[in-house]
């Protein structure tokens, strides 16, 4: 089966920054994303990595290492916005998605 | 409407009631699923549909039937449910399978089975 793993909580202060990171071990690999999730509403699309490296979108930056099996979502200049769970899920050899369980960062002021 | 829609919100059924979830989506995808969130554990996805052919039946219980009736309509059919079943409820939309396009999400439907 597939195993991704990522810390269950974060705490940081408004205007911090924090990294969560993601490991997985899967069958195969076809790209890698992250999703921010508020309670009680869908997740959405945050990023997506395929190759090695780093991809920045405004705050929100996200770096993949696949011969590592590990990536980070970096959030910059936190927001109280920004409290959520974030999702990383990778796509395996027969593009279907796996999630890990979350990461629920709480920002405070 | 736009997006991805589901209703109802939420859902309370006895182990006896047969309900269905719906979900809509309106972006012109040609590839839905259904995922199921319990509390606390990772999103497990539960069936795959793309052209309206279901391509992936993630060894989901037979009292989970799912419905797609076309491209912009998915349905989970409910029967004879469990306590453990209760759970958020997530359809998802994108574009095909098998490229970098990201699946867009509804609201979900929170299910509790008493």
């Known amino acids: 089966g597939q195993n991704i793993d990522q810390p269950t909580e974060m705490t940081a202060t408004e205007g911090a920054i924090v990294q969560i990171n993601c490991t997985y071990q899967?069958?195969?690999?076809?790209?890698l994303f992250w999703y921010q999730q508020h309670a009680g509403e869908a997740p959405t699309f945050l990023s997506y990595?395929?190759?090695?490296g780093l991809e920045e979108k405004g705050r929100f930056s996200s770096f993949l290492s696949r011969s590592k099996g590990y990536s980070y979502l970096l959030l910059k200049e936190l927001q109280m916005k920004d409290s959520a769970s974030y999702l990383c899920a990778v796509r395996d050899s027969d593009y279907k998605l796996s999630f890990g369980a979350g990461t629920t960062v709480t920002v405070r002021a | 409407e736009t997006g991805v829609t589901q209703t109802p919100r939420h859902l309370v059924m006895g182990m006896t009631n047969k309900k269905s979830l719906k979900c809509e989506q309106h972006?012109?995808?040609?590839?839905m699923y259904w995922y199921k969130q319990s509390a606390k554990k990772p999103l497990e996805l539960m069936f795959v549909y793309n052209f309206k052919e279901q391509t992936e039946n993630n060894s989901v219980p037979s009292r989970f039937s799912p419905e797609c009736p076309n491209s912009s309509h998915l349905f989970l059919h409910l029967h004879t449910l469990q306590p453990e079943d209760s759970a958020l409820y997530l359809c998802a939309s994108s574009q095909d399978l098998g490229t970098s396009d990201e699946q867009f999400f509804g609201p979900g439907t929170r299910l509790t089975v008493l």
């Open positions: 972006l012109g995808h040609n590839a």
């Open positions: 990595n395929v190759l090695d």
């Open positions: 899967t069958s195969g690999f076809n790209g």
